[in-house]
């Protein structure tokens, strides 16, 4: 005990008896003085390599580790995708591993599905519960009656997933995230992926709403290239349009704004694609040698598109649109990217295609400023999975959402609803969901709920109880990504090959495991051909096995003569890349085959895709009107959604109060959304700035608060999407309200099957009390 | 002896407020929560300033990230009565926690706003209180903070220098507050603007170079070069 002096008395005064008795039993002022018992963690502080899974970005982090506790995050410097630095959302990364309300044990459901009840359980009886079920599939021989639904960012674990389901015997290994662009590329350009962009390369960006500053991934590669673009080239900086709905980030920080009416992107594509044509400003040379289809494509836009019809359509007038056209086409490099609002309308894929085509019109394909195919990162394959009878016949069923009644469907999730409902083309025995909540992103939320009920067998993966795992019978929980071992490809952006790879940073919290590992646990315990086909005893050893060919083929930034070796310094640097970009039109490094870029029958860019020509009977520019969802009189207004940089994704996304306390720089809103309305518009609607309204449109109604900004549209709001969560912790139940609720799951791009989520049409009104 | 300073370039921003968030995590700063947030008291040392300027369609906003400007003239220091804040003899504005009396002055008379006062003891989730930085100490209620230029990463370095008997680098102080470190678009700079050939002391001669509310004489060290077209 220590004495307290006069001296050590007057040091104190003023403070609680609390920090005094700390004083007396510690001897330290400054343990007094600190209220909370800061104890400093023991041993060196060392740094270990990890892979962010807030955003699909999966950036590289390293994290600052002392004894077992991590205490900070930074970027992976040798990452190339975010070279060192990190958004707001991966730095408050170790919030999501220090969380009081991740799931820390196995549960079982007791009570009603979506009471809340839960009994926790051994990870043996877990696994045995679970694999008992599927394995009565394969035994009754409908192996296909399971569905597993996945959310990026997942890595490897996306390609696990899928591996497992085929193993299993099931074709419903389902991305609840389709997009447009993708499709676009495979008819144009005959791969199924959405692009790399040589932004840093670039010299004027000729953006349909795509957004750079804000949600588009790689986040902070994204927001690196833009700083170069701007200061990164002394004398050559780079020029950036944005044609957008609202004014974004991206809007505020580009040279020009146009605000353009939400779903007409695509025609004023078309009508820009009119001048470049009919000024002869195109690219000649790889119009002539690489394209196929530009006479009637080109003849086509040049009848139906010109800049004064396309202005009455788009709001645009005649002499922006043939500005526009003629800086692009002036610049040289030039790119035009179409962001994902743009595929999430009706004309979605078209409009996708007529933006892309402006790509080659100026013969920005594989040359540097351009657009890239993203390398994969050349892992060993997957090997073949062992079939039997019951997998064979298994696979040979149709995917239980559809997606092949729409000619370039990749999923058709909302169609899942009634595919349950109506147990058409078979019934769902088990659904098993890892980042997946359509509860709360999906449409028809009715829907969902009656048919998660016709379901024998729910099993969550996730870590955080939100909306949907809130209704599963078990629950896995996985590892947070500190916690376990990752390898993710980076997605498409520097086109080179990177793998991000990260170790667990701490020993797990909780009794929780990785779903890699739990995968391979069941698979064993299924056994049969699912057992048979993973012959790994753990994730890190399937991750050893993907890595051998990476190893062997000896390229790129780690060598090494064993996988061991190999590991050992992907695990020490957290990242392996390969450059350069072999540009087909370029002269860097090798460059590769046109027929690798333009892979599609005709070896060139098709600007007539002939599936879109043969099979479909469909004639160019391919272009339809939008068709929103509610009449104009009724719904007088459009309504935009999006998605904020303080807006992560996955499960407890939305439990991490650091960013719900930035959320909204641009309208200086925390903790919770609200509907940006234009003044003017607001004044006519008798709206203040802070009133409650209610936004409602055909399907459904939310109520927000409203704010003024004079960055909408008179004919717009714009809602920023991702909270409004009824389930997933202290800080995310009751904060904002969910948009997605005002979207209607009958209106669809009939070609891609994507719901049309930015075609909805709202009315706005004052809440009365 | 170094004047420590930050050039912050406007044209490279983007309102990412990634800054704003690497601040907390370094230093321990405890979330506000909805309710508090609502009476103003949310505490960024480090936070991004948004100004709005026109009517539809031609509006401009524009981003200021804003730290404690770390003032050679600071107003705060003038008027703390005990002594409790004062400039140390390399410009950075230090706190002295131990002798704050809580009257908040300083956070009154500084015209940034970057100073807080601590009305409660600060209260994490016990899951967090596991992972606080331990190089930072923790405040308790009744004193003001603000930002200290990171001053024990600053320590470290000079620490790390002497053991390895030699000056401190200018690569190595570009990045060295946390902010700095974090930012995706590298439109931050730290370092001494008394060494000519510092980045810091080069960028803070731009003709794109500004400082906020400099007619107030409060001399701030922090420059920010404002954005072009």
Redesign the interface.
């Given at each position: 005990m220590k004495e307290i002096n006069r001296r050590t008395f007057l040091?104190l005064a003023?403070?609680?008896a609390a920090?005094a008795a700390l004083y007396q039993s510690s001897g330290s002022?400054?343990a007094a003085?600190?209220?909370?018992d800061?104890?400093?963690?023991p041993g060196e502080a060392r740094w270990v390599s990890s892979v962010c899974q807030l955003c699909p970005a999966e950036c590289g982090l390293r994290v600052r580790v002392?004894g077992d506790?991590?205490?900070?995050?930074?970027?992976n410097p040798q990452n190339p995708s975010?070279h060192?630095?990190?958004?707001?959302k991966?730095?408050?990364g170790?919030?999501l591993?220090?969380?009081?309300d991740r799931v820390r044990t196995p549960l079982k459901r007791m009570g009603e599905r979506g009471e809340g009840q839960w009994q926790p359980i051994s990870w043996d009886e877990a696994i045995e519960a679970v694999a008992t079920q599927l394995l009565a599939s394969r035994t009754a021989g409908t192996p296909e009656r399971m569905a597993f639904l996945y959310e990026r960012p997942v890595g490897l674990l996306a390609e696990a997933i899928t591996y497992f389901c085929q193993a299993m015997g099931t074709p419903n290994g389902i991305d609840m995230r389709p997009d447009a662009l993708s499709k676009a590329i495979f008819l144009t350009q005959g791969w199924d992926a959405q692009p790399g962009y040589d932004l840093e390369r670039t010299r004027h960006l000729l953006s349909f709403g795509y957004a750079l500053?804000e949600s588009a991934q790689p986040?902070?590669h994204l927001?690196?290239a833009?700083?170069v673009m701007?200061?990164g080239r002394p004398g050559d900086?780079a020029h950036i349009v944005q044609i957008e709905p609202r004014?974004s980030?991206t809007s505020?920080?580009a040279?020009e704004?146009v605000?353009i009416q939400p779903g007409t992107e695509g025609v004023l594509a078309l009508g820009l694609a009119w001048v470049i044509l009919s000024e002869h400003l195109y690219d000649e040379a790889f119009v002539t040698e690489r394209c196929h289809g530009f006479e009637a494509w080109s003849q086509a836009v040049l009848e139906g598109y010109s800049p004064e019809r396309v202005a009455s359509l788009t709001g645009i007038d005649e002499r922006t649109i043939t500005r526009l056209a003629r800086e692009f086409a002036d610049t040289s490099p030039a790119l035009a990217i179409g962001g994902d609002a743009v595929g999430q309308q009706t004309n979605g894929l078209a409009s996708q295609l007529a933006i892309h085509s402006l790509n080659a019109l100026v013969g920005s394909v594989d040359v540097p400023g351009g657009v890239m195919m993203q390398r994969p990162v050349p892992l060993t394959p997957w090997p073949e999975v062992s079939m039997d009878d019951v997998t064979t016949q298994g696979l040979a069923q149709p995917r239980i959402d559809g997606p092949e009644r729409y000619p370039l469907g990749h999923s058709a999730v909302h169609h899942l609803p009634e595919a349950i409902l109506d147990g058409d083309p078979y019934p769902l025995e088990a659904l098993l969901l890892y980042r997946a909540n359509p509860l709360q992103e999906s449409p028809d939320r009715e829907a969902w709920q009656e048919a998660l009920k016709q379901v024998p067998l729910i099993v969550s993966f996730d870590s955080f109880v939100e909306e949907t795992s809130a209704y599963a019978d078990y629950i896995l929980p996985n590892h947070t990504f500190l916690e376990r071992w990752i390898a993710a490809p980076l997605l498409p952006s520097l086109g080179y090959p990177v793998l991000a790879f990260g170790q667990p940073v701490v020993e797990p919290l909780y009794d929780t495991r990785a779903l890699g590992d739990v995968l391979i646990q069941l698979a064993h315990h299924i056994g049969g051909g699912l057992g048979e086909s993973f012959p790994w005893k753990d994730y890190p050893e399937l991750l050893r096995f993907r890595l051998e060919d990476l190893m062997t083929i000896g390229d790129g930034t780690i060598r090494a003569d064993t996988v061991d070796a190999f590991w050992q310094q992907l695990a020490e640097r957290g990242t392996w890349f390969n450059t350069p970009y072999p540009f087909a039109g370029g002269d860097e490094g090798k460059p590769a085959e046109w027929e690798t870029v333009l892979a599609t029958p005709s070896g060139k860019f098709e600007f007539t895709p002939q599936m879109l020509q043969e099979e479909l009977s469909l004639s160019p520019p391919y272009y339809e009107p939008p068709r929103y969802v509610g009449q104009e009189d009724e719904y007088p207004f459009h309504l935009r959604l999006y998605t904020l940089?303080?807006q992560a994704s996955g499960p407890g996304a939305a439990n991490l109060?650091?960013?719900?306390?930035?959320y909204g720089?641009?309208v200086?809103q925390?903790?919770?959304n609200w509907v940006e309305i234009?003044?003017?518009t607001a004044h006519e609607l008798g709206i203040e700035e802070w009133d409650e309204v209610w936004v409602e449109s055909l399907v459904g109604k939310i109520r927000l608060l409203a704010r003024l900004y004079?960055?909408?549209?008179?004919d717009t709001v714009n809602i920023p999407a991702g909270l409004g969560h009824t389930a997933g912790g202290q800080?995310t139940e009751g904060?904002g309200a969910n948009p997605e609720i005002l979207v209607s799951s009958s209106y669809v791009d009939e070609l891609s099957g994507l719901v049309a989520r930015q075609g909805v049409r709202v009315k706005i009104y004052k809440a009365s009390n | 002896m170094p004047r420590w300073g930050m050039v912050i370039?406007l044209?490279?921003c983007?309102?990412?407020?990634?800054c704003?968030?690497?601040c907390?995590?370094?230093n321990n700063i405890p979330?506000?929560?909805?309710e508090e947030?609502e009476l103003s008291r949310?505490k960024w040392w480090h936070k991004?300033l948004?100004f709005?300027e026109?009517?539809?369609?031609k509006?401009?906003?524009t981003?200021i990230p804003r730290p404690c400007q770390h003032c050679d003239n600071p107003p705060c220091v003038t008027v703390c009565p005990v002594g409790a804040t004062y400039v140390d003899d390399e410009g950075v504005v230090r706190m002295d926690?131990?002798r704050c009396?809580g009257c908040r002055f300083c956070a009154t008379a500084c015209p940034y706003g970057v100073r807080h006062f601590n009305w409660y003891?600060?209260d994490?989730?016990?899951?967090?209180?596991?992972?606080?930085?331990?190089d930072v100490?923790?405040r308790?209620?009744?004193v003001v903070e603000k930002c200290t230029f990171c001053i024990h990463r600053l320590e470290a370095a000079k620490h790390k220098a002497a053991e390895e008997g030699r000056e401190l680098v200018d690569a190595e102080l570009v990045n060295l507050p946390a902010c700095n470190?974090?930012?995706?678009?590298?439109?931050r700079y730290f370092g001494d603007l008394d060494d000519p050939e510092s980045t810091v002391s080069r960028l803070a001669h731009s003709p794109r170079a500004f400082k906020l509310l400099e007619e107030l004489g409060t001399v701030p060290k922090v420059f920010y070069l404002k954005e072009?077209?």
């Open positions: 040091k003023g403070v609680s920090a002022i400054l003085l600190n209220v909370v800061q104890e400093t963690p002392l506790v991590a205490v900070k995050i930074e970027g975010n060192g630095r990190t958004c707001p991966g730095q408050v170790l919030h591993l220090y969380n009081p500053l986040s902070v927001l690196s833009y700083s701007r200061r900086r004014l980030v505020v920080k040279d704004w605000p940089m303080t109060p650091h960013l719900h306390e930035l720089l641009h200086k925390m903790w919770g234009n003044p003017e004079e960055g909408a549209q008179p800080w904060i | 370039d044209d490279k983007t309102g990412c407020q990634a704003s968030v690497a907390r995590m370094e979330f506000a929560g909805p947030t949310v991004v948004r709005e026109g009517e539809y369609p509006v401009r906003l981003f926690y131990n009396i003891d600060p994490y989730p016990e899951e967090v209180r596991a992972a606080l930085n331990p100490p923790v308790p209620r009744g470190e974090v930012c995706p678009a590298s439109a072009t077209s």
